[in-house]
């Protein structure tokens, strides 16, 4: 049963324009979450996280939104650059951080130049 | 600061052997968790060490084991190889609870 779910295995963007990565979770318990990009032949890298009692945060061209009642978030990434070409994965846990992370399978971004 | 280094970067082994992973978190970082990640997969959690104790353990056979040590290096065995082991392992450290994870770059085991 997976708890964090991509639905779009890929998402091809234009560069300039915005990018929508969506995450789906069906765990009530999680209230934390955070979005991983990762590039080839390296680790996950962090790049932004956002907690229940809040419904954006932003950081720079990032901005993350919850929509807790529909268990929702989206990552936006404006304006989109080639180097933000990569995979990038949705992950969720509880605020104690005494569960583990559960990271969905991912979404691969392209950013055409 | 150092980031999470992994070694060895590339291995490959074939059925039936074993293998030891390591992983040498940022320093000052007290946990260490062990994720595998397999082709369309996301990161699957293996387990986590915090302070030399087994904190919690993922749904993964008795195969995949692993330890801490006082230094909070932390290592990976995975006895009687399988092909299906075949995998990008990942190790990330945190200081303490609630902390953000960082990942290291992984080592990506063949199994032949």
């Known amino acids: 049963d997976q708890q964090v779910k991509q639905n779009s295995p890929s998402l091809s963007v234009q560069e300039g324009r915005i990018s929508i990565l969506n995450c789906d979770y069906t765990?009530?318990?999680?209230?934390?979450f955070l979005w991983y990009k990762k590039y080839p032949a390296e680790g996950p890298t962090f790049l932004i996280s956002i907690s229940s009692i809040k419904d954006k945060n932003e950081d720079g061209r990032f901005t993350v939104f919850l929509n807790k009642s529909a268990k929702h978030l989206s990552l936006h990434i404006v304006p989109s650059q080639p180097g933000d070409s990569a995979v990038y994965f949705c992950?969720?846990?509880?605020?104690?951080?005494?569960?583990?992370?559960?990271f969905g399978k991912g979404t691969r971004l392209s950013v055409i130049a | 600061k150092a980031g999470v280094t992994q070694t060895p970067r590339y291995l490959i082994k074939t059925r039936g052997q074993q293998v030891t992973l390591s992983c040498s978190p940022i320093?000052?970082?007290?946990?260490v968790s062990w994720y595998q990640q397999t082709p369309g997969q996301g990161l699957q959690f293996l387990f986590e060490y915090f302070s030399e104790t087994q904190r919690n353990k993922g749904n993964f056979p008795g195969r995949f084991s692993g330890r801490q040590f006082s230094n909070s290096r932390s290592e990976m065995n995975v006895s009687t190889l399988e092909l299906g082991d075949s995998a990008l392992y990942l190790c990330?450290?945190?200081?303490?609870?609630?902390?953000?994870?960082?990942f290291g770059p992984g080592t990506r085991l063949l199994v032949l």
């Open positions: 990330a450290s945190r200081k303490r609870e609630r902390e953000t994870q960082y």
């Open positions: 765990n009530s318990m999680f209230d934390y």
């Open positions: 992950a969720a846990s509880d605020l104690s951080g005494n569960t583990p992370l559960v």
């Open positions: 320093s000052g970082h007290r946990s």
